[in-house]
């Protein structure tokens, strides 16, 4: 006697299959949107640290930009980049709002009169990255 399924069983394991794989992508696919915007988030604050040391180890005041597409650390008064890497984009994350820049003195303190709110969306997960002047980095969200 051969051992082996019939065609109604395997029929029902690939239904079975079927339906908890169309319960489990939409969850899947939450968890990577989440993951990403993390990424984006921890990429950014990296970003912020290093422009704040930079600043205080050249001794000059560093502009760090912050774009969708480009993260760039830049003298105050030049426009030759220092550093560049690629901006939340590249994780697939959208940063609302306009460019920013933040200036670092060579104390390391951030100049302009209040803290920056990043705003950072993919999907359903968003988080928000609030740089304060005196360098304190918080992710929210």
Do not use: C, Y
């Not at 600043?55 to 502009?63: D, F, H, N, S, Y």
């Not at 003298?75 to 920013?100: D, H, M, N, Y």
């Not at 969306?121 to 992710?139: M, Q």
């Amino acid at each position: 006697m051969k051992r082996g399924f019939t065609l109604p069983e395997l029929l029902l394991v690939l239904a079975v299959a079927g339906i908890l794989l169309s319960i489990a992508i939409p969850q899947l696919s939450h968890a990577w949107d989440r993951v990403q915007v993390e990424a984006a988030a921890s990429h950014l604050v990296a970003a912020h640290q290093r422009a704040r040391i930079m600043a205080i180890a050249r001794g000059l005041a560093l502009t760090l930009t912050i774009d969708s597409a480009a993260l760039t650390i830049t003298p105050r008064s030049e426009t030759v980049a220092l550093w560049a890497e690629p901006g939340p984009s590249i994780f697939a994350v959208s940063l609302a709002g306009p460019p920013r820049h933040i200036t670092f003195s060579p104390e390391g303190f951030t100049l302009g009169l209040s803290n920056a709110s990043l705003h950072l969306v993919r999907g359903s997960a968003t988080r928000t990255v609030v740089f304060s002047r005196l360098g304190r980095v918080k992710v929210v969200r």
